[in-house]
């Protein structure tokens, strides 16, 4: 496994976001929190109801489909029944691919924050 400072990689997890946003804006840690776990909750709710979730015309979860098939197993010789399900992608706008891109951006930027409608 490769270093951050072999890949040049770092993370953030969300609880570091959370706790940014909290201070950033005056409100209860326990309020943030409170709100990021419902829309995360409704967010996967309505993915399940098949429909597609734009979050702030930055990034798309779009649910898919899949019907109830039959597959042969080449290597067993037998045939397996695959239920339906549903999968989702993940698609990032156009519009976030260029701000992260942009070197000239500047990095405290809050990209669609409320500060700026």
């Known amino acids: 496994m490769k ?3 072999e890949t040049g990689t770092q ?3 969300q609880m570091t976001i959370i706790k940014q946003i909290a201070k950033r804006l005056g409100i209860a840690l326990t309020t943030v929190i409170a ?3 419902l829309d995360q909750r409704m967010t996967m709710g309505y993915c399940k109801r098949g429909f597609k979730v734009s979050k702030n015309n930055f990034v798309s979860f779009v649910p898919k489909k899949a019907e109830a098939h039959m597959f042969n197993s080449p ?3 037998e045939a397996y ?3 339906a399900r ?4 993940v698609r990032v706008s156009k519009k976030f691919k260029d701000y992260v891109s942009n070197p000239k951006a500047p990095l405290d930027e ?3 924050s409320i500060e700026n409608r």
């Open 110 to 112: 809050d990209v669609g």
């Open 3 to 5: 270093t951050v400072q």
């Open 11 to 13: 993370t953030i997890d």
């Open 35 to 37: 709100v990021i776990e």
């Open 75 to 77: 290597l067993f010789k």
């Open 86 to 89: 549903m999968s989702v992608s």
């Open 81 to 83: 029944e695959v239920p």
